[in-house]
């Protein structure tokens, strides 16, 4: 989803946001963790208004989100299916797992379904290998998974509304 034009109404609230902090570098982290807690993501909006603010180049900005996979720069779902592919859910079949993800919402991962419904994300490690395979649903974990768990859930979230 490529934001076309300005959205004042993202500026507005990332102003609210920057409100509490002071007007230090050192905040970054903080303020980026605030914006991705109120829009899932870190819109470009948001970016060149904390830019302003901090007085610090984009490029910078950028840095530290692509830096740290706690922050993206893409939206997500209403629910974000994160599948592991760490070495013990590797091992133990997690990749037919997000091969059937994909195949069931006809989307790669990194993607959302054009209803806004459900992303897909692959995750090195949820710190779960004693359950493994594991995936999780926004951040619920599902451990011992199968594809047949996987379908479960999803036709359970397909159906609420």
Do not use: W
Request: proline share 3%; aromatic share 8%; glycine share 6%.
């Amino acid at each position: 989803m490529e934001e076309k034009c300005v959205d004042k109404k993202v500026i507005e609230e990332t102003r609210e946001i920057l409100e509490k902090y002071p007007k230090e570098k050192n905040q970054l982290i903080a303020i980026l963790n605030d914006v991705q807690e109120k829009y899932g993501y870190i819109p470009k909006q948001a970016q060149m208004t904390i830019s302003e603010h901090l007085e610090m180049p984009m490029a910078e900005i950028y840095g530290v989100i692509t830096f740290y996979s706690r922050f993206t720069l893409t939206p997500k779902g209403k629910y974000n299916i994160s599948i592991c592919l760490g070495t013990a859910c590797y091992v133990k079949g997690s990749q037919k797992i997000l091969d059937r993800a994909k195949e069931r919402l006809k989307i790669e991962a990194g993607e959302v379904t054009e209803d806004g419904k459900f992303s897909i994300d692959e995750v090195r490690c949820v710190g779960a290998c004693g359950l493994a395979p594991v995936f999780m649903v926004n951040d619920e974990v599902y451990g011992n998974a199968t594809v047949q768990m996987l379908d479960k859930v999803l036709d359970e979230l397909c159906n609420e509304e």
